[in-house]
């Protein structure tokens, strides 16, 4: 070997030597970041099947597949007309705590569309302590309960086209102060459910979002910064 690319590497090792080291707390700070295992609750909109909500379809497919660790439980309620989701929210708080009884280090993230959203929002007051912790993002989307003015609030594009307008059914209750930084409440400007100032009930606007690219965008993109991804 040539002194002088020898001399080179001895060169770069001593750089090398001399950058901060990482400490074994920036490590295990990082692993903490991270979710390397977790569950989608997915809570269905009105007259959807038992089963997965066509709204996060596409989302959980791509996200499942980028994101190791993942599963999707899909919330067990009637959905019916009747809007009662009360055992809706009972799913959903009884899923997690279920899940963290047995592995305690498992994350979440919540989903729900239209009478969905509702129940996942009816939920969040009965999330505390370490169930909260574990609940590391929720998305909703044509959510009844949106609310004005909330800074999770946002359009199909992430704007703030819908940012101050009210849901049908924001007198019932909505999303808690404590959950809007975990939160992104997507609403399609003109979607009657969630803007009811550009729109009337279940439109058009309300039916898009299993087919908005955007939409689906943001979901993946919005979990996967939740989950550190």
Not at 132 to 160: E, Y
Request: proline share 3%.
């Amino acid at each position: 070997m040539h002194a002088n690319a020898l001399l080179s590497i001895v060169s770069a090792l001593a750089l090398t030597a001399s950058a901060a080291p990482v400490s074994e707390n920036d490590t295990i700070e990082a692993r903490a970041g991270a979710c390397s295992s977790y569950t989608i609750i997915n809570t269905r909109g009105t007259g959807e099947m038992q089963g997965p909500s066509a709204g996060f379809l596409a989302i959980n497919r791509r996200l499942t597949a980028e994101v190791p660790g993942g599963k999707v439980y899909n919330t067990v309620y009637l959905a019916d007309a009747s809007q009662n989701s009360a055992l809706g929210t009972a799913d959903i708080i009884n899923k997690i705590q279920s899940t963290l009884r047995t592995s305690p280090d498992e994350c979440f993230i919540l989903q729900g569309y239209s009478q969905g959203a509702a129940a996942t929002v009816n939920a969040m007051d009965r999330i505390t302590g370490p169930n909260f912790d574990a609940v590391k993002g929720v998305f909703l989307i044509g959510n009844p309960s949106h609310k004005a003015g909330l800074a999770c609030n946002v359009d199909v594009n992430g704007g703030t086209t819908t940012r101050n307008v009210n849901g049908l059914s924001v007198a019932l209750g909505s999303i808690p102060q404590n959950w809007v930084g975990k939160t992104l409440d997507v609403c399609a400007f003109g979607d009657g459910v969630c803007d009811t100032i550009h729109g009337f009930g279940i439109n058009a606007m309300h039916l898009s979002y299993p087919t908005s690219t955007a939409t689906q965008k943001l979901g993946v993109d919005f979990a996967k910064k939740q989950l550190g991804a």
